[in-house]
T-cell receptor, first 114, second 113 residues
Framework: AQSVTQPDIHITVSEGASLELRCNYS??????LFWYVQSPGQGLQLLLK??????LVQGIKGFEAEFKRSQSSFNLRKPSVHWSDAAEYFC????????????FGQGTELSVKP | DADVTQTPRNRITKTGKRIMLECSQT?????MYWYRQDPGLGLRLIYY???????NKGEISDGYSVSRQAQAKFSLSLESAIPNQTALYFC????????????FGQGTRLTVV
């Protein structure tokens, strides 16, 4: 069955420090992968997506993610975190053979300390 | 105006009551989805619709029904609300094709007491 796992429920980093949020997926076909961010009281905003091609994808707000097929991973990174990055982050896989439905991970809540 | 609008934004209802959550979109997309978000569980798909005449159950459809009144409108109903349906509900839309992103509404926070 298809699934997405985000192993870290909550992460705290200092402002200016680097960030990596982990995401592992299970899907038999070519994955379409997404990272969304949810700020408090807000809907979900797309940070970046991977469909094919270059395995390192750039997104908005200075985020990037790397697709590693051999590890079934799509980790999100940012070199220097800002206080405004505090939010919940969701990794998702789009099911190619089911019309693109999204399967989400459990989410990782990011706190940023001064 | 938002591309995907959900009403109401917040609702408190009593056990056993029928409630409808509404979603409208101006993206012109054929596909619409209803998800529910619970802490520690991420978002789970309740129902989805690929066009007005094509409605499908998601992974957690029990206790819910939907209506696709038009391309732009997709409503979610709880026929007889129960407390474990307390959650944050999101409507989303996407264009046809497997590799397009989904656009989400702001969410409806529903509390069943």
């Amino acid at each position: 069955a298809q699934s997405v796992t985000q192993p870290d429920i909550h992460i705290t980093v200092s402002e200016g420090a680097s960030l990596e949020l982990r995401c592992n997926y299970s899907y038999g076909a070519t994955p379409y992968l997404f990272w969304y961010v949810q700020s408090p009281g807000q809907g979900l905003q797309l940070l970046l997506k991977y469909f094919s091609g270059d395995t390192l994808v750039q997104g908005i707000k200075g985020f990037e993610a790397e697709f590693k097929r051999s590890q079934s991973s799509f980790n999100l990174r940012k070199p220097s975190v800002h206080w405004s990055d505090a939010a919940e982050y969701f990794c998702a896989v789009g099911l190619y053979n089911q019309g693109g439905k999204l399967i989400f991970g459990q989410g990782t809540e990011l706190s940023v300390k001064p | 105006d938002a591309d995907v609008t959900q009403t109401p934004r917040n609702r408190i209802t009593k056990t056993g009551k029928r409630i409808m959550l509404e979603c409208s979109q101006t993206k012109g997309h054929d596909r619409m989805y209803w998800y529910r978000q619970d802490p520690g569980l991420g978002l789970r798909l309740i129902y989805y619709s690929f066009d007005v005449k094509d409605i499908n159950k998601g992974e957690i459809s029990d206790g819910y029904s939907v209506s696709r009144q038009a391309q732009a409108k997709f409503s979610l109903s709880l026929e007889s609300a129960i407390p474990n349906q307390t959650a944050l509900y999101f409507c989303a839309t996407s264009d046809a094709g497997p590799n397009t992103e989904a656009f989400f509404g702001q969410g409806t926070r529903l509390t069943v007491v």
